[in-house]
């Protein structure tokens, strides 16, 4: 059997979710993924359970908030006015707690543009959290590998 190695293509299908949270990712019943390990597809501490594991093996890990997306970083939170925010979002955007909004126009320290949860929300004010959903929090993570190359 072919095991996944650093760098192989694999189809699979995966679910991510926090242990008391609903799903974050799923695609069990669904199309299953297609990606690179390498790639910064998923996080390196997702890939590296990937590593060793043979074509058709199912497999189930819990990991640590450190471990997954790290902690959750308060310099991450920013406070911004909504109208600034507004230049970065389309027109009939209309924002809510809770919400996940991608603003165009800026990026990360990678270069992706930048997404954020809006965690509160005022008259004048938005507040955005630029952690990942799942920083600071356990991971689960189960995985059905159906191809390698």
């Given at each position: 059997m072919?095991?996944?190695?650093?760098?192989?293509?694999?189809?699979?299908?995966?679910?991510?979710s926090?242990?008391?949270?609903p799903d974050?990712?799923?695609?069990?019943?669904?199309r299953?993924?297609?990606?690179?390990?390498g790639?910064?597809?998923?996080?390196?501490?997702?890939?590296?359970?990937?590593?060793?594991?043979?074509?058709?093996?199912?497999?189930?890990?819990?990991?640590?908030?450190?471990?997954?997306?790290?902690?959750?970083?308060?310099?991450?939170?920013?406070?911004?006015s909504?109208?600034?925010?507004?230049?970065?979002?389309?027109?009939d955007?209309?924002?809510?707690?809770?919400?996940?909004?991608?603003?165009?126009?800026?990026?990360?320290?990678?270069?992706?543009?930048?997404?954020?949860?809006?965690?509160?929300?005022?008259?004048?004010?938005?507040?955005?959290?630029?952690?990942?959903?799942?920083?600071?929090k356990?991971?689960?993570?189960?995985?059905?590998?159906?191809?390698?190359?």
């Amino acid at each position: 059997m072919v095991s996944v190695r650093p760098d192989s293509l694999l189809t699979l299908h995966y679910r991510l979710s926090a242990p008391d949270g609903p799903d974050w990712v799923n695609t069990f019943g669904h199309r299953p993924a297609t990606l690179t390990l390498g790639a910064h597809q998923l996080a390196p501490a997702l890939e590296a359970c990937l590593l060793g594991l043979e074509e058709g093996a199912q497999a189930h890990f819990e990991l640590p908030p450190d471990t997954a997306f790290g902690t959750h970083d308060p310099a991450r939170v920013q406070r911004i006015s909504r109208a600034a925010l507004q230049n970065h979002l389309p027109d009939d955007v209309h924002i809510a707690v809770g919400d996940a909004v991608q603003l165009s126009g800026v990026t990360s320290a990678s270069g992706a543009s930048a997404a954020a949860t809006v965690t509160a929300v005022s008259d004048d004010m938005v507040e955005l959290d630029f952690n990942h959903p799942l920083a600071g929090k356990p991971v689960v993570f189960d995985v059905h590998i159906l191809g390698v190359l």
